[in-house]
């Protein structure tokens, strides 16, 4: 059996994403966040979408290029407090967001990918975070059931790829792209580098190539993927 190359070019694989889809968006701000894929998304111009990110990155990067263009519905995030603009479309009711703890939000994520419908945890109890949410009880201990979450399709970026989607993730980059990885029907990954098969050491790949349905070679980094200094 001869394994099949992914490779696609970065157009054809984004314009698998259609209107009112629910995207996953890796990175940590900026380490993992495929910014290059974000772009794109941006020039093809699909709408309605739910941005499933651990953040909304700051003003004129990644994320905040989709809440410029409007193409946001709703967006599922740990917190914005680093993007004016997000904050304002909140306050202005121009859209939706849904406040995660950031350890529920991997554990949602995580449960996505494992097949899980929810999690059920006493974290965030007495806040607003879980207002409205099903309560249950534990050895006569409350419960918050927090429900799993899935996307149509998940965003990565990887350091490097073989041409089959096998993934490696630099240092902190391993965040939140692997289990997005596992929790999408269709996965998108841009690469730095993407290697022939066997181009990966086995202890070398963080994600596996039959998660990975497309691999877009990255041929320049821009500005966006540096780490910002303060």
């Not at 993730?169 to 692997?178: G, I, K, L, S, T």
């Not at 596996?208 to 691999?215: A, E, K, L, Q, T």
């Amino acid at each position: 059996m001869r394994l099949p190359d992914k490779t696609t070019r970065l157009e054809e694989a984004v314009a698998h994403i259609r209107d009112g889809a629910t995207i996953m968006v890796g990175g940590f701000g900026v380490p993992g966040t495929p910014f290059t894929l974000i772009r794109e998304l941006v020039r093809q111009g699909q709408t309605g979408l739910t941005v499933i990110k651990n953040d909304a990155n700051e003003q004129d990067m990644g994320i905040d290029h989709l809440l410029v263009s409007g193409q946001v519905r709703k967006l599922i995030s740990t917190h914005i407090g680093l993007n004016r603009r997000a904050i304002e479309l909140l306050n202005a009711g121009r859209i939706e967001v849904e406040f995660c703890a950031q350890g529920i939000l991997a554990e949602r994520i995580h449960a996505g990918g494992a097949g899980l419908k929810a999690i059920v945890t006493d974290i965030g109890l007495a806040t607003e975070l879980t207002a409205g949410k099903p309560r249950v009880e534990i050895d006569g201990e409350a419960a918050v059931i927090e429900t799993a979450l899935r996307a149509d399709v998940a965003l990565v970026h990887a350091d490097r790829s073989d041409v089959f989607g096998n993934l490696g993730y630099a240092a902190v980059a391993r965040n939140f792209n692997p289990m997005m990885a596992m929790a999408a029907d269709r996965v998108i990954a841009e690469a730095e580098t993407v290697l022939p098969l066997g181009g990966l050491a086995p202890d070398a790949v963080h994600t596996p190539g039959p998660f990975v349905d497309h691999v877009v070679g990255l041929e320049a980094l821009s500005e966006e993927y540096q780490v910002v200094r303060r």
